[in-house]
């Protein structure tokens, strides 16, 4: 088996795994219970937390357990809107957000808020100048992905940051989910407010993330009903998966830099193989993108096609977001970089992690090599 689908989720480290079933068998009380098993189970999530904090060079209380990415980013453009909205009603974000983050601001212009949306250049880059220049006195948020979860691009965080400096009203959001470990932030460098992750796009396990929240930020809780998370986030937390988390989130770092020359290596080697190919057009920018994926399509072949034949030797790959993968829709990240239907409908997305090889990149460009005349000539 070949998997190029790391973009979509990781495979958990065997670590990981380990840590996940141990914590689960020996420290299963809740951790709001008084009794010792409560307590243990309490002490293991503040030791995972500041097991986070510390390689994030951040304050242990900055960080939110969360259910993932989707939740993150939610409770931080939902949870500030509705905290601020006495402040203002405008806010602002990009095209070219994840559905978990673009569906909420569409949600909220329902409810009254102006949203701006930015647009994209053809490499899938907003303009830092655009940005500033939409900021109103009314406006309260600021929401940008830094890496684009289906072509790789990545925005220019820094730089925002920098700049709003400036403007003490306005709150800043990150959806890092696939930045982490692979572009990193350093959070004492630049000024975000709330900062999304998601823990099984770094080898941890599904349903675990946080919300890094900036000390002096408030945030409306979107769940009720318990004090869990500093009255953020109530519900029973997951202690086995918050100290996976924090396993997977350690072995991340301390492989990242070494990881992130082998994924270079890895991609440059797969746009080099791919672009030899007949018909075959890159979305994934040159410059300013992630270590670690590739967008592509095939002249006008429709990409279930492709996945499926692929899926038949045992590579695994994706069209668009897993999230909006079943949708018989152009992506539409790619329509806003000016890509036209046809290939925004027949993107192809190949994403690696350290797990991966060479070989197995050189094997799935030999298989491309076969596959996609033979699919072309059978589509007409």
């Not at 997951?238 to 992130?260: C, D, P, T, Y």
């Amino acid at each position: 088996m070949i998997y190029f689908d790391n973009s979509a989720t990781t495979k958990p480290l065997e670590e990981v795994v380990q840590t996940y079933l141990k914590v689960s068998t020996n420290y299963f009380g809740n951790p709001s219970s008084l009794h010792t098993l409560g307590m243990d189970s309490q002490i293991l999530i503040e030791k995972a937390r500041k097991q986070i904090a510390e390689l994030l060079k951040i304050k242990p209380k900055e960080i939110i357990f969360t259910s993932g990415g989707t939740e993150g980013n939610n409770l931080a453009i939902k949870g500030t809107a509705q905290a601020r909205r006495n402040r203002g009603k405008h806010l602002i974000t990009t095209m070219v957000e994840h559905a978990s983050s673009y569906e909420v601001f569409q949600s909220l212009e329902k409810e009254g808020f102006e949203v701006t949306y930015l647009n994209v250049n053809k490499e899938g880059h907003i303009s830092v100048d655009e940005l500033i220049e939409a900021i109103r006195q009314d406006t309260i948020l600021i929401s940008v992905i830094h890496v684009n979860n289906e072509t790789g691009a990545i925005q220019p965080i820094e730089e925002i940051s920098r700049r709003l400096v400036d403007y003490p009203h306005v709150r800043f959001h990150v959806d890092h989910v696939q930045g982490v470990h692979k572009v990193p932030l350093h959070f004492n460098d630049v000024r975000i407010d709330f900062c999304t992750m998601s823990a099984h796009k770094f080898h941890g396990l599904k349903g675990n993330g946080l919300l890094y929240v900036r000390e002096g930020n408030r945030l409306s809780s979107l769940l009720h009903g318990g004090e869990q998370e500093f009255k953020l986030r109530a519900g029973t937390e997951n202690v086995a998966g918050i100290v996976a988390m924090a396993k997977a989130f350690r072995l991340g770092s301390e492989h990242s830099r070494q990881g992130n020359q082998h994924l270079e290596t890895l991609k440059t080697t797969f746009i080099a193989g791919i672009k030899k190919i007949d018909k075959v057009v890159i979305h994934t920018p040159v410059k300013g993108s992630a270590p670690h994926i590739v967008n592509f399509s095939i002249g006008h072949m429709k990409p279930e096609v492709l996945i499926q034949s692929l899926s038949k030797v045992g590579v695994y790959v994706s069209t668009k977001s897993a999230c909006s993968s079943k949708l018989n829709e152009p992506s539409r990240i790619l329509l806003a970089q000016g890509i036209d239907d046809k290939k925004a409908s027949s993107a192809i997305r190949v994403s690696f992690s350290y797990l991966n090889t060479e070989d197995e990149v050189k094997r799935v460009l030999n298989d491309l090599e076969t596959m996609i005349p033979e699919l072309l000539q059978v589509q007409g």
